[in-house]
């Protein structure tokens, strides 16, 4: 069995894949040792280890040769946040990325560069050329922007969500990803409404893992937030203990 078709499977709605997002290859061994299924990465997080702005600031091919580092130093299936392709052709950005050895990859559905929602026919089709290049080699998640770039009204919202999930998932998605959602009801309706798995964001842990599994959620990730919490504590406990001379091992 593939990684792909391993990373594939553990989408079970209602059993939701919880996958801990990991920024190196030392975190990324960590979510393995702790017994974790998969590991995914955050370009957030990665694009701030390189010393870049989240949106595509990276290098492409630094964003790539650390997806490689990951995937070799862990033996589960790695799925990397890849924004929206780096504006590689679908055929190249399918090549270069398999080529890394990740199995799976997210591809948001707005510009990084002005933060507007891609045409959803464009997604859509965009989407279906990758899905056509890799075959069953590589598990998508379409990440659906309408909630965090705040698309009219809430129905709106929700709607624009629907049609964009149901869409993604007819071009070849194996999961949709509606970004910004906390809401267990709002939750409940795009599961039941999606035609296939639904991923949902952790955030800042206003939910349980079982509050997403109730609710029919098939995966469960943490974005930048590992990262983030771990290095404002380099930031703001550690060094400005060592600055007063105080043991920062004790802090």
Known sequence: MSLATTLRGLHVPGTPLVVPNAWDAASARMVEAAGFAAVATSSNATAAVLGYDDGEHAPVDDVLAGAARIAQSVSVPVTVDFERGYRLAPSELVERFLATGAVGLNLEDSDPATGSMIDVGEQ???LAAVRAAAGDALVINARIDAFIRKAGTADQQLATALDRGNRYLAAGADCVYPIGVGDLDLICTLTTQLDGPVNAGYGQGANSVA?????????VTFGPMFQ????AKFADALLPAIAADHNPFTA
């Not at 509050?211 to 995966?219: C, P, Q």
């Not at 983030?228 to 290095?231: A, C, T």
């Open 124 to 126: 859509a089709d965009f």
């Open 211 to 219: 509050d997403y599994a109730a609710r029919g959620v098939a995966r």
């Open 228 to 231: 983030r919490h771990l290095y």
